[in-house]
């Protein structure tokens, strides 16, 4: 499952940043970076307004906004219902 | 206050953090006015740096750099906070110490920066900011566990408050410089960051509860879009209204000047350079100040408040699809204000082809210069009438021109995107910061930084511009039989007079061709030129001409003409700081000649086509 996948509203748990193409995606790096961090929870908060290419998400204490490119570098795990 | 302390060499500090720390607050606070804002060495970057001095005396000469998430440079901006520390930049000195401003609110983030930072071997300490916000949020920090476990002084700032620095100031003057222990090789670094949070911080809530209430409607697909039109709108609206006020009496101010000189003083060429060269050049466009400073007011309180990115957000899509990246919509909403610090603030947008497209369009978002070409115009040859009932058509026809340079724009960029080679690696990933209340003091200082900017046009280039047309239209005088006015046998006439080859079919008379020409330095000149050309022709007899202006030329020029000047001002680059500060941000002539080029170009077919429609028209 990956980050770009998730509905509005979604909480789920980061696995790992892949890289997009070969090693030295500095994307990729960037999320990591950033705290795409194993074990951080992500939540999605929103959707651009034309169709689902941008999202709006929650990372630690932070939020983000993202294209689902970049969002599709994050294998997510989907936490457990509370 | 120590005689020693005062006399030993500055310290030399840089501020590092990531973006949204409160980093230029802090800057603010602690240098007030005594900043210096110019570039680094052979880089387009802006270089801040101020002065302060210590409780005991000694000085501080503090380098404000640009916010960088890592040291792993992904934009020019991140690269000289980089090549800064490391001590790579060419003409930069080391600095002696750090200060490391992290956001309390927010430690998750910006500890990883910390520790990062702590492996350059530089003497460093962390300033702990927007205490205040963290306190508001029921965050409670054990800044002296940190201290410990980070190995440096960690003080806690208040950027916003009046004395909010003091616990900084006094740690920088008591505090030895202490150098961080290096983290050994192959650290987790979000391991550690953990780690820290879990000895040190302790949060009630992940977010704020300001910041889910708020992005729950301004994130919204629907109602997002709706709050940003209407916001966009409501600016506009009260840019041009709430300014009115304070430009009638401006106004009156320079027409009651004017006719004090033409009372007081001798007939002659002193009394006429003053009257119709120097109040009616100059007073023209100050009387825009109120304007141009309303607007950059908005700018500021929107960017302040944390808004802009999120409308980035909400953009994405539609910029991409015009073949813009989202990041392209700050630069471009600055450039409404003014094209300079619009093109500068495109160092954010990382790939270096949208940055170029972003630089080339720039131009076209209609500029605070523009309004006195606009106002004239408009005022000139658009009735006052009221559409369906509410609307004025003048409002309506200013919007109409400002929604021509858009999407204008955007057009250019799309066909560029449409035949042009296009990669699609383009990142957004922009931070969301917590929605704060721009403080009245960051503000102020922003305001104050534009006005100086636009006085010292005024009072430089726009004087000495003003008097050189007085000049040429006054001189030579004619001799006693000469038939026409005075003003067709001067210099400016015979200029003027040629130039109409190239734009009679576009319906420019001579006077417009000469306000043209010292035109090129800035856009606002356009209506001093026409001022003093008109005035100094004695059509408006002596009173102050820049009042009398809208009237005359509403007489004289036809409807085809008033519009074919107002669309070739939608689209000429008729501004040399514009084109000076592309050749900086590039570093080439090329895009500068590629700019004057389609926009002259664009200029040329637009004024042709309105002058024809206009005609029609009438």
């Given amino acids: 499952m990956n980050l770009s996948l998730l509905k509005r509203g979604a909480r789920a748990i980061v696995e790992a940043v892949e890289d997009a193409h070969q090693a030295g995606d500095s994307i990729a790096q960037r999320l990591r970076e950033l705290g795409f961090a194993p074990g951080e929870p992500v939540s999605v908060l929103a959707f651009g307004p034309m169709g689902r290419d941008t999202m709006a998400v929650q990372i630690g204490f932070t939020r983000f906004a993202l294209r689902r490119s970049e969002a599709a570098r994050v294998r997510v795990s989907l936490s457990l219902p509370a | ?618």
């Fill in chain 2, 1 to 618: 206050m120590s005689n020693q302390a005062a006399e030993a060499a500055p310290l030399h500090i840089a501020l590092v953090g990531n973006p949204n720390c409160g980093k230029t607050s802090l800057f603010n606070r602690l240098t007030g006015a005594r900043q210096k804002v110019a570039n680094y060495a052979g880089v387009t970057v802006e270089r801040k740096e101020g002065w302060f001095r210590l409780p005991s005396g000694r000085a501080v000469r503090l380098l404000d750099l640009p916010g960088a998430y890592s040291l792993n440079a992904t934009s020019p901006d991140e690269a000289i906070t980089r090549d800064v520390c490391f001590g790579r930049m060419p003409g930069e000195a080391r600095p002696d110490q750090i200060v490391c401003v992290v956001d309390a609110t927010n430690l998750r983030l910006h500890l990883r920066f910390v520790l990062e930072l702590a492996q350059l071997g530089i003497p460093m300490m962390v300033s702990l900011n927007m205490m205040d916000a963290a306190a508001r949020r029921g965050i409670r920090i054990d800044r002296e566990a940190l201290q410990k476990k980070l190995g440096i002084p960690v003080v806690e700032t208040v950027a916003v408050k009046k004395d909010g620095a003091n616990g900084l100031l006094a740690a920088l003057d008591s505090e030895l410089p202490l150098i961080p222990p290096r983290l050994p090789e192959n650290t987790d670094v979000h391991a550690a960051v953990n780690a820290l949070l879990a000895a040190a911080v302790s949060v009630p809530r992940r977010t704020a509860e300001t910041d889910d209430r708020l992005d729950r409607w301004v994130l919204d697909p629907v109602w997002g879009v709706v709050i940003l039109v209407a916001t966009m709108f409501l600016m506009f609206q009260a840019v041009f209204a709430w300014a009115a006020p304070v430009q009638n009496l401006i106004e009156e101010g320079v027409k009651a000047l004017g006719g004090l000189f033409t009372a007081q003083m001798p007939d002659g060429m002193l009394r006429s350079l003053l009257v119709d060269g120097i109040i009616a050049g100059v007073g023209s466009v100050l009387v825009f100040l109120p304007q141009i400073l309303l607007l950059f007011f908005f700018i500021i309180c929107l960017e302040e408040s944390g808004y802009l990115p999120r409308a980035a957000f909400l953009l994405d899509r539609f910029m991409l699809a015009a073949g813009l990246s989202g990041r392209a919509f700050i630069p471009l909403l600055s450039s409404f204000a003014c094209a300079v610090p619009g093109i500068m603030a495109t160092r954010s947008i990382q790939h270096p082809r949208d940055r170029l497209l972003t630089i080339m369009v720039a131009p076209l978002m209609t500029c605070s210069a523009r309004l006195p070409v606009y106002a004239l115009l408009i005022g000139a040859f658009i009735p006052e009438r009221a559409v369906l009932g509410y609307f004025s058509l003048r409002g309506l026809v200013l919007f109409g021109l400002y929604f021509l340079g858009v999407v204008s724009g955007l057009l250019v960029t799309w066909l560029v995107k449409r035949f042009g080679s296009g990669d699609k690696d383009h990142a957004l990933l922009l931070e969301l910061p917590s929605w704060r209340l721009p403080h009245p003091r960051d503000v102020a200082i922003g305001l104050a930084e534009r006005a100086s900017i636009f006085l010292k046009r005024v009072g430089g280039i726009i004087l000495a511009l003003s008097i050189l047309i007085w000049f040429l239209s006054s001189y030579p005088a004619p001799p006693a039989d000469w038939q026409h006015t005075a003003i067709e046998y001067s210099f400016a006439g015979r200029i003027g007079h040629a130039m109409q080859v190239v734009f009679a079919p576009l319906g420019f008379n001579w006077q417009i061709c000469v306000a043209l020409i010292p035109g090129l330095a800035a856009r606002e000149v356009a209506v001093s030129a026409l001022a003093t050309v008109y005035a100094v022709g004695g059509s408006g007899g002596h009173d102050a001409a820049a009042a009398q202006l809208a009237p005359l030329i509403a007489a004289q020029w036809s409807f085809g003409t008033g519009l074919a000047l107002l669309i070739w001002y939608v689209y000429a680059p008729q501004c040399f700081s514009t084109l000076a500060v592309m050749r900086r941000e590039t570093g080439t002539w090329r895009t500068v000649g590629i700019a004057l080029v389609y926009l002259f170009g664009l200029a040329y077919a637009g004024a042709f086509i309105a002058y024809r429609v206009g005609n029609l028209l009438a």
